[in-house]
T-cell receptor, first 111, second 115 residues
Framework: QKEVEQNSGPLSVPEGAIASLNCTYS??????FFWYRQYSGKSPELIMF????GDKEDGRFTAQLNKASQYVSLLIRDSQPSDSATYLC???????????FGAGTRLFVKA | GAGVSQSPSNKVTEKGKDVELRCDPISGHTALYWYRQRLGQGLEFLIY????????KSGLPSDRFSAERTGESVSTLTIQRTQQEDSAVYLC?????????????FGPGTRLTVL
C-alpha cells in the first residue's frame, strides 16, 4: 500500500462547478497535511495546509481532514480554467520533517 | 527575499557520465529536500537534510546517488555513472524547521536528460 494515495485522474469539471480532490494516507501518526498545486512544467506551490480534524477555508479552497478515516480532501469552489493543474497531497509525520507526496490528481476545468 | 534557486536549469549528458546538481535554499531555512519527478509522475523523495543532523537518505535509489549540504546553505546532488532512467526533473525544496509547519518552497528544478 502506498503511503499517500490519490486518484490520478484526470478529473474534469465545468467552469463554475465544485472540484473535489481526495487523498488517503497510511501512517496514523501523521500530523500535518498539505495541498500543493503544480502547473505543467512548473514547480509545486503550496495552496493550503491543515493540522486539525474538520474544515479549513481559504477563499475558494476548503481543506477537509478526517484523521479517523485517514482521509484529506480539497474542495475548489467556482472552479476556473486557471485552476487546471495537478494537485499534490502531502503528509508529514510528527514534527513535520519528512513529507511524503502523493502522485497527484490532474484537474481540468472546462470553460 | 530570494526563493530557492537551482542550477543548471537543464543538463544533457551522456550515459555513464557523472553530473552534479546544485540547490541554494531560502536563507534561514534549516531543512532541505531533494525530489525526483519523472515525466507525468509524482514527486519521489530522495534525501532530506535538517540542520546538523544526519541526513535522511532513505529515498536514494542506488549508491550512484549522493548528496551533500554545507551547513544550512548550498546542497549538491551528485549522480555517478548516469543511466537513461535517471532522466527526470530534480527538484529541491527548503523549509523552516517548525514542528507542524513544514511548508516546503520549491526551486524551479533541473531537467536532466541522459542520452
Amino acid at each position: 500500500q502506498k503511503e499517500v494515495e490519490q486518484n490520478s485522474g484526470p478529473l474534469s469539471v465545468p467552469e463554475g462547478a465544485i472540484a473535489s480532490l481526495n487523498c488517503t494516507y497510511s501512517d496514523r501518526g501523521s500530523q500535518s497535511f498539505f495541498w500543493y498545486r503544480q502547473y505543467s512544467g512548473k514547480s509545486p506551490e503550496l495552496i493550503m495546509f491543515i493540522y486539525s480534524n474538520g474544515d479549513k477555508e481559504d477563499g475558494r479552497f476548503t481543506a477537509q481532514l478526517n484523521k479517523a478515516s485517514q482521509y484529506v480532501s480539497l474542495l475548489i469552489r467556482d472552479s476556473q480554467p486557471s485552476d487546471s493543474a495537478t494537485y499534490l497531497c502531502a503528509v508529514s509525520s510528527a514534527g513535520g520533517f519528512k513529507t511524503i507526496f502523493g502522485a497527484g490528481t490532474r484537474l481540468f476545468v472546462k470553460a | 527575499g530570494a526563493g530557492v534557486s537551482q542550477s543548471p536549469s537543464n543538463k544533457v549528458t551522456e550515459k555513464g557520465k557523472d553530473v552534479e546538481l546544485r540547490c541554494d535554499p531560502i536563507s534561514g531555512h534549516t531543512a532541505l529536500y531533494w525530489y525526483r519527478q519523472r515525466l507525468g509522475q509524482g514527486l519521489e523523495f530522495l534525501i532530506y537534510f535538517q540542520g546538523n543532523s544526519a541526513p535522511d537518505k532513505s529515498g536514494l535509489p542506488s549508491d550512484r546517488f549522493s548528496a551533500e549540504r554545507t551547513g544550512e546553505s548550498v546542497s549538491t546532488l551528485t549522480i555517478q555513472r548516469t543511466q537513461q532512467e535517471d532522466s527526470a526533473v530534480y527538484l529541491c525544496a527548503s523549509s523552516l524547521e517548525l514542528a507542524g509547519a513544514d511548508t516546503q518552497y520549491f526551486g524551479p528544478g533541473t531537467r536532466l536528460t541522459v542520452l
